[in-house]
């Protein structure tokens, strides 16, 4: 709502733009910018604007990942079947859904990711170098793991995927550095600190002042531990948002059968993506690029982790869950193409571990229109009070215009069909 008020009250895009320039924190210009531009744009038709951009987005997240895979054969369709029900089944994809006004934007990095991707797949041209280079630049100036773009660019083109030419990552390393000098030098835009908000550690979530009481002389400390918890929550589905769920409640002997699904079915998948990608390192040379993109979303996990020190959110890591789909359908993929019928054994265990396991994602996977739905009525809930709640806290805005804003946003919401 702050993001909406702030789009009306701006008097233009350029605006816009120079104010967002200038944080202490944070170097998103471009993010207020697609606010601006939609919001301007919908000419008071913000639910169906908003939302639509929404829907497209996660249109094309689901078309490009499904590109990616060049699906061939009948062993990668039932690769591509199990790593689509990853990715749609796991704990960072319900942050893409759940979160869709005004805009999810860490929902449409994960799309530039893929759109990267897919460009590091296509036949080298000119073409393809000069739109992976305006597609970092907006990424770059979105949000900060926006940045990713540049790992997927750099990392496809060292594992053999020359679609943006030698030439084209040159180019954007010149534009990563750019990046840099801009936000340190010249902006002196710095870095989140502990005050900017709570964060998960072990087993709770910790308030600002009680994360500066303990971490303020050590901060080493809770960023490596930010970094650790953000890798292993897409490895293992846990820690999410920093904080153990699973863990705690079996150890208060609380735990549901779903979290005990979740978190055994991550296990099982990262197993197979290690021992696939172990062998695809010891056949480097023999693989394919398809192989490859195990290794590809290593790189992915470790430059996403890393730019999550600060704090741990899953909706930071949506980037990895996409690209542990990935590997996921290269880790089946790889593995049923070495399934022969001389070893019965290790072909039953192995076709057991992929269809239990496929089962168990399917499940997680459902549960999303749970989720989807749980939010839209918590969503109705919080706009049939949060004016009242604004009016009493003193915060309830003294322009005709703003108060116009939220009592049509409002009611848009109440009207809506559950």
């Given at each position: 709502?702050?993001?909406?008020?702030?789009?009306?009250?701006?008097?233009?895009?350029?605006?816009?733009?120079?104010?967002?320039?200038?944080?202490?924190?944070?170097?998103?210009?471009?993010?207020?910018?697609?606010?601006?531009?939609?919001?301007?744009?919908?000419?008071?038709?913000?639910?169906?604007?908003?939302?639509?951009?929404h829907a497209a987005t996660m249109a094309a997240c689901?078309?490009?990942?499904?590109?990616?895979?060049?699906?061939?054969?009948?062993?990668?369709?039932?690769?591509?079947?199990?790593?689509?029900?990853?990715?749609?089944?796991?704990?960072?994809?319900?942050?893409?859904?759940?979160?869709?006004?005004?805009?999810?934007?860490?929902?449409?990095?994960?799309?530039?990711?893929?759109?990267?991707?897919?460009?590091?797949?296509?036949?080298?041209?000119?073409?393809?170098?000069?739109?992976?280079?305006?597609?970092?630049?907006?990424?770059?100036?979105?949000?900060?793991?926006?940045?990713?773009?540049?790992?997927?660019?750099?990392?496809?083109?060292?594992?053999?995927?020359?679609?943006?030419?030698?030439?084209?990552?040159?180019?954007?390393?010149?534009?990563?550095?750019?990046?840099?000098?801009?936000?340190?030098?010249?902006?002196?835009?710095?870095?989140?600190?502990?005050?900017?908000?709570?964060?998960?550690?072990?087993?709770?979530?910790?308030?600002?002042?009680?994360?500066?009481?303990?971490?303020g002389d050590r901060l080493i400390v809770f960023y490596?531990?930010?970094?650790?918890?953000?890798?292993?929550?897409?490895?293992?589905?846990?820690?999410?948002?920093?904080?153990?769920?699973?863990?705690?409640?079996?150890?208060?002997?609380?735990?549901?059968?779903?979290?005990?699904?979740?978190?055994?079915?991550?296990?099982?998948?990262?197993?197979?993506?290690?021992?696939?990608?172990?062998?695809?390192?010891?056949?480097?040379?023999?693989?394919?690029?398809?192989?490859?993109?195990?290794?590809?979303?290593?790189?992915?996990?470790?430059?996403?982790?890393?730019?999550?020190?600060?704090?741990?959110?899953?909706?930071?890591?949506?980037?990895?869950?996409?690209?542990?789909?990935?590997?996921?359908?290269?880790?089946?993929?790889?593995?049923?193409?070495?399934?022969?019928?001389?070893?019965?054994?290790?072909?039953?265990?192995?076709?057991?571990?992929?269809?239990?396991?496929?089962?168990?994602?399917?499940?997680?996977?459902?549960?999303?229109?749970?989720?989807?739905?749980?939010?839209?009525?918590?969503?109705?809930?919080?706009?049939?009070?949060?004016?009242?709640?604004?009016?009493?806290?003193?915060?309830?805005?003294?322009?005709?215009?703003?108060?116009?804003?939220?009592?049509?946003?409002?009611?848009?919401?109440?009207?809506?069909?559950?």
């Amino acid at each position: 709502l702050e993001d909406l008020l702030d789009a009306q009250r701006s008097t233009s895009v350029v605006d816009t733009f120079l104010s967002a320039a200038y944080n202490a924190a944070y170097l998103r210009p471009l993010r207020i910018v697609q606010i601006k531009v939609i919001f301007d744009a919908a000419h008071g038709h913000y639910w169906l604007a908003f939302r639509g951009i929404h829907a497209a987005t996660m249109a094309a997240c689901l078309l490009l990942f499904t590109r990616a895979l060049r699906v061939r054969t009948v062993a990668d369709l039932c690769a591509a079947a199990f790593a689509l029900t990853v990715v749609t089944g796991l704990h960072t994809f319900r942050s893409t859904v759940q979160e869709a006004f005004p805009i999810n934007h860490f929902l449409e990095i994960a799309v530039m990711a893929l759109v990267m991707l897919n460009l590091s797949q296509a036949r080298p041209r000119l073409i393809v170098d000069l739109t992976a280079l305006v597609l970092f630049i907006i990424a770059a100036l979105t949000l900060e793991s926006g940045l990713l773009v540049w790992v997927v660019a750099v990392t496809a083109w060292l594992l053999g995927l020359r679609g943006v030419s030698a030439r084209g990552v040159v180019a954007m390393n010149v534009l990563l550095a750019g990046y840099f000098v801009l936000r340190f030098a010249v902006l002196s835009v710095g870095t989140p600190g502990l005050i900017e908000r709570s964060s998960g550690f072990l087993f709770e979530v910790l308030d600002p002042p009680e994360l500066e009481r303990r971490f303020g002389d050590r901060l080493i400390v809770f960023y490596a531990y930010n970094v650790v918890a953000s890798a292993l929550s897409v490895l293992a589905s846990e820690p999410q948002s920093g904080v153990f769920v699973t863990i705690g409640s079996w150890l208060n002997n609380r735990l549901m059968a779903g979290m005990a699904l979740t978190f055994i079915s991550s296990l099982i998948t990262t197993a197979l993506i290690v021992a696939a990608g172990v062998q695809v390192l010891r056949r480097y040379r023999a693989s394919d690029s398809s192989d490859r993109l195990i290794l590809l979303f290593a790189a992915v996990l470790v430059a996403n982790a890393t730019l999550s020190y600060a704090y741990t959110k899953n909706d930071i890591m949506s980037v990895s869950g996409i690209f542990y789909g990935l590997a996921a359908f290269a880790a089946i993929r790889f593995l049923v193409n070495r399934i022969t019928p001389a070893n019965r054994l290790i072909a039953a265990t192995l076709t057991t571990a992929i269809l239990v396991t496929g089962m168990a994602w399917s499940v997680r996977s459902l549960g999303i229109h749970h989720v989807a739905r749980t939010y839209a009525f918590k969503t109705r809930n919080d706009w049939a009070t949060q004016p009242g709640n604004w009016k009493q806290s003193g915060r309830w805005p003294a322009d005709a215009g703003s108060q116009q804003l939220i009592t049509n946003l409002r009611n848009d919401a109440l009207s809506m069909k559950m």
